[in-house]
């Protein structure tokens, strides 16, 4: 049975991971791709429980603390249903992975990407997206998108926007370093121009 392929979406809060991710995952499955769709922080209940502290309004964790809490979190994901789901033959598409952490907090924090790479290293067992789809979009067009929703911003949400522009500056970076891992969509388009996008980002990995 052929190893299945893990499928990431990466880029700043509302930059609109979720939409495409909804979108995308019907397409897959209208293709005949066996697929599960998962989230992080989260996906299984540890890692649930890890992403409700990590976002929890008001609660100070240093930076530290942050990038190993969202490193455990990865390790359980990797182990209790990425791993799994791949050897089985199934697609994983997952919203956020590895480079959230590294723009987040390798940049945002100010921790370092290649300190955080090696943690996460450890916290995957060295397991790499197939293929990462980076939505871009200018961090005041994502936060006026937040804006919108009316949810209110959870800890990370309430950052400055210096905390913003060093995680999309870090993003183009990883996109430069793997172009052939990293696609860069442009998100400020409606959202079937970006599925479409997307989907011509996975057409050499296809059925």
Same mark, same amino acid.
């Given at each position: 049975?052929?190893?299945?392929?893990?499928?990431?979406?990466?880029?700043?809060?509302?930059?609109?991971?979720?939409?495409?991710?909804?979108?995308?995952?019907?397409?897959?499955?209208?293709?005949?791709?066996?697929?599960?769709?998962?989230r992080?922080?989260?996906?299984?209940?540890?890692?649930?429980?890890?992403?409700?502290?990590?976002?929890?309004?008001?609660?100070?964790?240093?930076?530290?603390?942050?990038?190993?809490?969202?490193?455990?979190?990865?390790?359980?994901?990797?182990?209790?249903?990425?791993?799994?789901?791949?050897?089985?033959?199934?697609?994983?598409?997952?919203?956020?992975?590895v480079?959230?952490?590294?723009?987040?907090?390798?940049?945002?924090?100010?921790?370092?990407?290649?300190?955080?790479?090696?943690?996460?290293?450890?916290?995957?067992?060295?397991l790499?997206p @197939?293929?990462?789809?980076?939505?871009?979009?200018?961090?005041?067009?994502?936060?006026?998108?937040?804006?919108?929703?009316?949810?209110?911003a959870?800890?990370l949400?309430?950052?400055?926007?210096?905390?913003?522009?060093?995680?999309?500056?870090?993003? @183009?970076?990883?996109?430069?370093?793997?172009?052939?891992?990293?696609?860069?969509?442009?998100?400020s388009?409606?959202?079937?121009?970006?599925?479409?996008?997307?989907?011509?980002?996975?057409?050499?990995?296809?059925?």
């Amino acid at each position: 049975m052929a190893r299945g392929r893990l499928i990431t979406v990466e880029g700043l809060d509302g930059a609109g991971k979720t939409t495409l991710v909804v979108a995308l995952a019907r397409a897959l499955e209208a293709r005949g791709i066996a697929l599960d769709v998962l989230r992080e922080p989260g996906g299984v209940e540890v890692s649930e429980r890890i992403r409700t502290l990590v976002k929890e309004p008001g609660l100070e964790i240093g930076g530290r603390a942050e990038a190993l809490l969202y490193a455990a979190a990865r390790a359980q994901l990797v182990d209790a249903a990425l791993e799994p789901a791949l050897a089985a033959g199934r697609w994983v598409l997952l919203d956020r992975f590895v480079d959230s952490s590294l723009a987040y907090q390798g940049a945002g924090r100010g921790l370092g990407i290649e300190a955080v790479r090696a943690v996460n290293a450890f916290a995957t067992g060295g397991l790499t997206p @197939d293929r990462t789809l980076l939505l871009r979009i200018d961090p005041a067009t994502g936060r006026a998108r937040q804006d919108g929703r009316g949810d209110g911003a959870d800890r990370l949400e309430a950052e400055d926007e210096r905390f913003f522009a060093a995680i999309a500056a870090a993003y @183009d970076e990883l996109a430069r370093a793997e172009p052939a891992r990293v696609r860069t969509l442009d998100a400020s388009g409606p959202p079937d121009e970006v599925l479409a996008a997307a989907l011509e980002a996975l057409a050499d990995m296809l059925p």
